[in-house]
């Protein structure tokens, strides 16, 4: 079922993003995201609309203009100026492949086409549907959230805090993770027209999934290999960044994911879904190896 999922993203993404002229561009957006990313963001928005009995076919635009926003942070967060991280996904990152320019533009353009995407495919969507998916997307990519997210993630390398520490944690959570798995399922209950209590009751989830998932990537960080997590590990600490490891050590950290998890649990078993319990199970699973 997951595997389907994938496949379909996928072939998706390879139709909506064909290699055209000028060359370069279209090739550098595609090698990132062609990589083998684990496409959490676009299953997450397509399993959303599936529980709410939509027809997955209809958000698949979406959904893809979802990995898409996701991959160009991906490509920007590697850049020397950034994270400067030389791989990703397992392999080189995008400007070790295509050089610094092109990697910015590729972002800049996978940033752009997204939305184009959405507007272009969702051939079933009113445009009432689609003026509040784009709104959701551009609050979730700019200043009130990734770009946001980000910036507040840099100076708190530098250790420039403008609230205390623990406020400052909960931002770079919540708008450089949560905010994208915020947007996956959104989007899925504007597409099935879902009620304001369900939105809501799966946002909450969204929202602790997103935290979780972002405690789980620090933590791997710490206790993870490169060939585990396909990039460079042991970073964070290097560039004395503040996480919730870093903050409160590994073990405490470990704790309050497999915390999260647990709500994240509670909000979204009564829906029934195999591929959400799978994610849910595979970070239990691998944090308990570990205690
Ligand atoms: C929107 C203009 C604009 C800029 C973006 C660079 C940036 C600002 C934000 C960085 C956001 C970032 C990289 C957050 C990290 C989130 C995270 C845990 C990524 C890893 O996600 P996975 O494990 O990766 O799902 P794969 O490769 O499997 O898709």
Do not use: W
């Not at 998916?133 to 708190?156: C, F, N, P, R």
């Not at 405490?252 to 879904?273: F, M, P, Q, R, T």
Request: hydrophobic share 40%.
């Amino acid at each position: 079922m997951m595997e389907e999922l994938i496949n379909l993203v996928n072939k998706k993404l390879d139709e909506y993003l064909e290699i055209k002229y000028p060359k370069t561009i279209f090739e550098s957006m595609k090698y990132t995201l062609s990589l083998k990313g684990k496409r959490l963001r676009p299953i997450m928005c397509l399993e959303t609309l599936r529980m709410l009995g939509g027809k997955i076919e209809t958000a698949l635009p979406t959904a893809c203009a979802i990995e898409m926003l996701h991959v160009q942070s991906l490509i920007h967060d590697d850049l020397p100026c950034m994270d400067n991280d030389d791989y990703r996904r397992g392999q080189l990152s995008n400007h070790k492949v295509y050089g610094e320019a092109a990697a910015v533009l590729a972002g800049d353009a996978l940033l752009t086409y997204a939305p184009q995407t959405i507007i272009e495919k969702s051939t079933d969507l009113t445009s009432e549907q689609i003026l509040k998916i784009i709104h959701e997307y551009t609050k979730a990519a700019g200043v009130y959230g990734l770009i946001g997210g980000q910036i507040v993630d840099i100076e708190s390398e530098k250790q420039q805090f403008e609230k205390n520490k623990e406020e400052t944690l909960a931002y770079i959570h919540i708008h450089k993770t949560a905010v994208l798995f915020r947007l996956a399922i959104k989007t899925a209950c504007i597409i099935a027209n879902a009620n304001d209590d369900t939105t809501l009751e799966l946002d909450g989830f969204a929202l602790k999934f997103g935290e979780a998932f972002q405690i789980y990537d620090d933590i791997m960080d710490e206790i993870s290999t490169f060939e585990e997590m396909g990039k460079t590990i042991g970073k964070d600490k290097q560039a004395k960044k503040l996480t919730y490891t870093s903050l409160y050590g590994v073990e405490k950290a470990i704790n309050k994911c497999l915390v999260l998890i647990k709500e994240c649990h509670d909000i979204i078993d009564k829906y029934g879904s195999e591929i959400f319990n799978e994610f849910l199970g595979k970070i239990e699973k691998r944090l308990n190896t570990r205690k």
